[in-house]
């Protein structure tokens, strides 16, 4: 028998900061991968996480 798929999945976290600013230090966009559980946080999660392209703590929204 095959195994449910279970409620913790993993996501990606993108910097929002990044993303829509031209003028910043270098190239790219700060994410972070962490776990969360489907059953307890249905919608997409919003955490305030550092940045280290732009040097401080922005909001990180969950990506696909």
Do not use: W
């Amino acid at each position: 028998m095959a195994k449910n798929k279970g409620t913790r999945i993993t996501i990606t976290l993108e910097c929002t900061n990044c993303k829509s600013n031209d003028l910043k230090r270098s190239p790219g966009v700060s994410r972070y991968t962490t776990q969360k559980n489907r059953r307890n946080t249905p919608n997409r999660l919003e955490l305030k996480k550092f940045c280290s392209r732009c040097n401080q703590h922005t909001l990180h929204k969950e990506i696909k």
